[in-house]
């Protein structure tokens, strides 16, 4: 709910315009990018996160949940897991995988949108820089149509 506040509340300071096709499509790209690092950062926290010690449960605590899923036997669990080739499991991802899922746009216009985000510098994805990110992004596509950049 924050990104989506700081998304909204950014807005009309940053020139967006929704009707804009290339504007929908950056926003939408640089704002994918910002949600994604965000889900990337919770992940690696909760995989460190050390669960308090509990008596009274039957759930293992006390210890990371990383450390619990690399070696369950520390903490009063089992191996559970069914250890599969990886063959069989780059066989599944040539077969199921569609990197189309995950990409913002067609592949032409987010080549854009990154050579754009590199030529800016490449600034943090973090929801305080995205409309910053946005603008930036736009003024140098624009002074590049308009053949006004200065190398």
């Given amino acids: ?5 700081t998304y909204r ?5 940053a020139g967006f315009n929704p009707h804009d096709d290339f504007h929908a499509g950056l926003a939408r790209w640089v704002w994918a990018e910002i949600v ?4 990337d950062a ?21 210890a990371r949940r990383i450390d619990l899923f690399e070696s369950p036997e520390e903490y ?17 991802a040539a ?4 990197p189309a899922l995950f990409r913002f746009g067609t592949e032409e216009e987010v080549a854009l949108y990154t050579m754009l985000y590199q030529a ?5 994805f973090v929801p305080a820089n995205g409309w910053a990110i946005f603008t930036e992004m736009v003024s140098l596509h624009l002074s590049r149509l308009d053949g006004t950049e200065y190398s």
């Fill in 1 to 5: 709910m924050n990104i989506l506040h």
């Fill in 9 to 13: 509340i950014g807005q009309g300071d």
């Fill in 36 to 39: 994604q690092a965000r889900l």
């Fill in 42 to 62: 919770l992940l690696e926290e909760n995989k460190y996160h050390r669960i308090r010690k509990q008596k009274k449960i039957l759930l293992p605590s006390g």
């Fill in 76 to 92: 009063g669990g089992k191996n559970m897991l069914i250890p599969v080739p990886a063959a069989d499991l780059d066989l599944l």
């Fill in 95 to 98: 077969e199921y995988d569609d």
């Fill in 120 to 124: 800016i510098g490449a600034p943090e």
